[in-house]
């Protein structure tokens, strides 16, 4: 490679002149930029010495354990929930890292800083855009966006380059609409809104703020708060110093090493095209333009756990559930009825879903309103854990029995309601739930799940076995259809699955 210079470059090289250092500009009475505190070119005495330090002290994060103790005293949080590190910058990159992965999606305004695309493009994530372009934030709209596939949602407030401002119940808002994932408040350019948000988050385990000392005025630096958060995710940006995807095997002899983090070295001109900078930045424009239509597939999709929960409150039941689809059968049911909890117990566990329900409802009527509200707000939770459905087996088909029953089950998460249950109960009620409303509970629960139902019990004489045995089926069938097809697709000819 030959490079040439030219008198008058053109172009964005016009804007650089690596020869000049940078100066503050100047600010008139009142007027206090942006830019004004951005730090200058070190002094010479300072590169003179950086020049004939060990290389490897410029390769390694220094010990900031006394800064971040300090500055979480400031604060008020435990120092294991606040770091530092160089920068905003590397606290995104290290918050996309931890959180994000193909298949799952930060949420963020448009337009807004650029180091939230690109971080996110690194990690294969996926970005979901929010137009925010007047003052108000557009919070509505941020909560319709999210879904099961979100894992980082970014507020930016004041917003760069709009400066636009998210007040507190904003964020509380989107941190109650997105439990499962990290909201990531960009405060950097707090001093100069009205209001710091940062005290008032810091009961949310889900919020991670970003605080800077670059852009505050010299007089508030000392009051400058860093990142506070839960201490397991933390942990999880702290391991993201490394910048390595699996163990270090060490061979041979060695020198002793620092403690420390290293910092990842510059790209050598020797380094292979997988290391070469370009080999980023093509990754950054085809996340810009999509994959191309003959590019392969990424391979086997991992399936990340998918979690709803549903609160429903009428005049007749108050219900609150969660739901995790990857779990181990776990179940925790009290709906009043004994033979209900009896069946979401069955079909939780034999599904290998995690299941927290508690409902209260007008049992002095009768059991029919419990019943049929507990499935909705299961089938409702199920549609919302799977998002658009997208890596799914979307079928499944299942044989239970139950000493003399046997029933059989075939699931499609189509997107379409439709249900067809034959139990052929015969007895009035078992365990104070009526036997009409068993099957009704399956076809409240299609309804609500958007998903197509069949249950048909084959045989049996005892009615405690047949109804257990159809649940059992519908588990076994849910488990299947739900499971990771290996495939990162929609599994639809129409390439979404919905109505």
């Not at 298949?103 to 493009?121: H, Q, T, W």
């Not at 507190?168 to 808002?173: N, Q, S």
């Not at 933390?234 to 163990?247: E, S, V």
């Not at 199920?382 to 079928?395: C, Q």
């Amino acid at each position: 490679m030959t490079a040439t210079t030219s008198a008058s470059p053109t172009g964005p090289v016009s804007r650089i002149d690596p020869a000049t250092a940078y100066r503050r500009p100047a600010s008139a009475p009142g007027m206090l930029r942006l830019d004004s505190n951005e730090g200058v070119l070190p002094s010479r005495a300072l590169l003179g010495d950086l020049a004939k330090a060990d290389p490897e002290l410029l390769r390694r994060y220094p010990d900031v354990s006394a800064l971040e103790a300090a500055l979480a005293a400031r604060v008020g949080v435990a120092p294991d929930r606040l770091l530092v590190t160089a920068g905003a910058d590397e606290a995104i990159d290290r918050a996309c890292r931890a959180f994000l992965e193909p298949g799952r999606a930060l949420v963020l305004p448009e337009p807004s800083f650029d180091m939230f695309d690109c971080s996110a493009a690194l990690v294969g994530g996926e970005l979901v855009r929010v137009p925010w372009w007047g003052d108000a934030f557009p919070g509505d709209a941020f909560v319709r966006r999210l879904d099961a596939r979100t894992a980082v949602v970014a507020v930016v407030s004041p917003n760069n380059p709009t400066g636009s401002v998210a007040t507190l119940a904003d964020v509380r808002r989107v941190a109650a609409a997105a439990p499962n994932a990290l909201v990531v408040l960009d405060h950097v350019y707090v001093e100069y809104a009205d209001e710091d948000l940062t005290p008032a988050l810091l009961d949310l385990p889900n919020v991670l703020v970003l605080r800077t000392l670059s852009k505050a005025p010299p007089a508030q630096r000392a009051a400058c708060r860093c990142r506070p958060r839960a201490a397991a995710v933390a942990g999880q940006l702290r391991a993201r110093r490394m910048r390595t995807t699996g163990p270090l095997a060490l061979h041979g002899s060695r020198r002793p090493r620092r403690g420390g983090p290293r910092l990842p070295r510059p790209p050598r001109s020797r380094d292979g095209a997988t290391h070469h900078p370009t080999r980023e930045c093509a990754r950054l424009r085809s996340a810009e333009r999509g994959p191309r239509a003959d590019a392969p597939s990424r391979g086997p999709r991992t399936m990340t756990a998918r979690t709803a929960t549903v609160t429903r409150a009428t005049r007749e039941t108050s219900i609150t559930l969660t739901l995790t689809l990857e779990g181990t059968g776990k179940a925790d049911v009290k709906t009043g009825v004994g033979f209900l909890d009896h069946l979401l117990d069955s079909l939780s566990r034999h599904a290998r879903f995690d299941l927290t329900l508690a409902s209260k409802g007008d049992l002095h009527v009768d059991d029919h309103h419990t019943a049929e509200d507990c499935a909705l707000a299961l089938g409702q939770a199920v549609d919302r854990a799977l998002g658009e459905r997208r890596g799914v087996n979307r079928f499944g088909w299942a044989y239970a029995p139950l000493d003399e029953a046997l029933a059989r089950a075939v699931v499609d998460l189509s997107g379409r309601s439709y249900a067809d249950v034959t139990l052929g109960l015969t007895r009035e009620a078992i365990g104070g739930l009526a036997c009409e409303n068993i099957p009704h509970i399956l076809r409240s629960f299609a309804t609500a799940g958007r998903l197509t139902l069949h249950v048909d019990v084959l045989k049996g004489e005892n009615d405690h076995h047949r109804a257990e045995a159809a649940f059992k089926a519908t588990a076994l069938a849910l488990k299947q259809a739900v499971a990771c097809s290996g495939f990162d697709d929609v599994p639809s000819t129409k390439g979404i699955l919905d109505v």
